[in-house]
């Protein structure tokens, strides 16, 4: 089928349209409910401007989603129907990509000894002999012996480092090649490898620790060899759960999970997303273990004196704190006779303005505004409840709900979704008689949520100033010569 494309002021002008007047231009009749109008045909769903709200089901939001909702529309025909027969671009679908064949999973062929992967691993890597030993024992890691013909017709031949994953029949069904010979050198999984099954060691307790790379598996057990053999370690050769997930189905005593990522922004936000993944299978005990340098390896090369590449701290965590804590310092100071359902709206219409024009600290300002009346609004709904809440007990409350892999994406594609929740934030209000304490508790999370949400736009806006900042200081910085490591 085509696919419909419609502008982004199309979609705004739509979910714009007064829902009372188009209801009522469909035949539709509506009864007054307080400052809503509430459906003839079904009592529980009122609307008012462009929102409305299910009170049955506790959900609403813009005219769109409203209009597929109540008469059964896809996204493109509900768009059409409110902008009053407009169409948007029909593009036609891209044709089926034809998948290359997958090819047969084959190892390397190995050399006749390992002179050049203990070379590596003992003097450039400065691991552990004695582990080394081990795991080349066990046949996990070899040297390989390639011979590649050039497009002179040539043959050359190259050694490279070989890290082995063996299903639970012992079969090897997963190799990842390291480059030997220059530092940032090649590193690959091996075509047709099972990234189920990767390389890996199982032990007896119920520990097990997961790393990107097979160098950081055998740095952090060089740094901590004590009883290493006891717990089960296992490299995920990137970032991807699969191997992770086949370790922990095929063996159940492991319930305690250690993340030992890179201490990088990649890392980190793996870590958290790993985490969920775990939670997700019913995992409780999920730890996040970080080196002191960007990675195990590094910890060696500094435990030795030697030059290291340090830490990189996520800048989005960098900035949470301030920024949840200036949120809730303008909350302080919002009157407490503050109509929500006047200057939400306002606001994020005032924001997606400045942010359309380029005043982008005149956009921060209304953000956090709207940030500190949806906190505002959160603090009073605690106070119904009997529980009152300080500034800095709020900003704790963001801070710990804060995770930087679910805050990527453009900004302006977050100000439809940011109007929805604050529409149906307002709209959660209106439910008529007493509320029940599930009910102000909902509330009171949904108001804290939009005021998170809201945080996490200028959290990522700061985050991309600082590195926009940060790459224009590297650029002034001279060059720095790469050197090439010369195996023995």
């Known amino acids: 089928m085509p696919y419909i494309h419609f502008t982004a002021e199309q979609i705004y002008r739509a979910n714009s349209v007064d829902l ?114 081990h795991f080349a024992r066990e046949k996990l890691i070899y040297e390989s012996n390639e011979r590649v013909q050039n497009k002179r017709g040539e043959w050359k031949e190259y050694h490279n480092l070989i890290f082995a994953g063996l299903d639970e029949n012992g079969t ?41 790379a097979p160098i950081d598996l055998l740095s952090f057990i060089s740094l901590y060899p004590k009883d290493w053999q006891r717990h089960s370690y296992v490299a995920l050769c990137g970032t991807a759960e699969h191997a992770m997930l086949k370790l922990l189905e095929l063996n159940p005593h492991l319930r305690e999970i250690v993340l030992c990522l890179d201490h990088d922004e990649p890392g980190i936000e793996a870590a958290g997303r790993l985490t969920e993944i775990l939670a997700e299978k019913g995992y409780g005990q999920v730890a996040s273990l970080l080196s002191i340098r960007k990675d195990w390896n590094e910890d060696i090369k500094e435990k030795h004196g030697l030059d290291s590449i340090p830490a990189e701290e996520h800048p989005q965590l960098l900035l949470c704190g ?29 924001f ?46 963001m801070q710990t709900g804060f995770k930087p892999h679910q805050n990527r994406g453009k900004i302006q594609n977050r100000v439809t979704e940011l109007s929805v929740k604050a529409q149906a934030a307002l709209a959660m209000r209106q439910t008529d008689g007493l509320r029940t304490p599930e009910q102000k508790q909902k509330q009171a999370d949904a108001w804290t949520a939009l005021a998170l949400d809201c945080a996490k736009v200028i959290i990522s806006s700061r985050a991309d100033e600082m590195k926009l900042a940060q790459k224009d200081q590297e650029q002034k910085q001279p060059p720095i010569a790469m050197g090439t490591i010369v195996m023995a």
């Not at 891209?94 to 070379?119: Q, T, W, Y």
């Not at 075509?191 to 997961?210: C, K, M, N, Q, W």
């Open 20 to 133: 009372e007047a188009f209801l009522l231009r469909q035949g539709e009749k509506l009864i007054p409910s307080g400052r809503d109008r509430r459906l003839a045909s079904d009592h529980s769903v009122t609307v008012r401007g462009n929102a409305w709200f299910d009170h049955a089901a506790e959900s609403g939001g813009l005219a769109i989603d409203f209009i597929q909702n109540q008469y059964g529309l896809t996204f493109p025909e509900a768009v059409t129907r409110l902008l009053g027969g407009e169409s948007g671009v029909v593009y036609e679908q891209a044709k089926k990509e034809v998948i290359a064949e997958r090819k047969p999973f084959a190892l390397p062929p190995s050399h006749s000894d390992m002179r050049r992967v203990f070379a590596y691993l003992l003097k450039n890597r400065l691991l552990d002999r004695e582990i080394v030993t």
């Open 172 to 212: 090897v069904r997963h190799a990842h090649k390291r480059g030997l010979y220059t530092e940032g050198g090649y590193k690959g999984n091996v075509d047709g490898s099972d990234p189920a099954y990767s390389f890996h060691h199982i032990g007896t307790s119920g520990r097990l620790y997961v790393f990107e």
């Open 352 to 397: 997606r303005g400045h942010l359309h024009w380029g005043r982008f600290e005149k956009a921060h300002e209304c953000m956090e505004d709207a940030a500190a009346l949806s906190l505002f609004m959160a603090a009073r709904e605690y106070r119904q409840m009997g529980r009152t809440l300080s500034a800095e007990d709020l900003s704790a409350m």
């Open 322 to 350: 301030p920024v949840c804590d200036r949120i809730a310092g303008i909350m302080e100071r919002i009157p407490q006779n503050t109509d929500p359902d006047r200057w939400l709206p306002d606001l994020l219409q005032r």
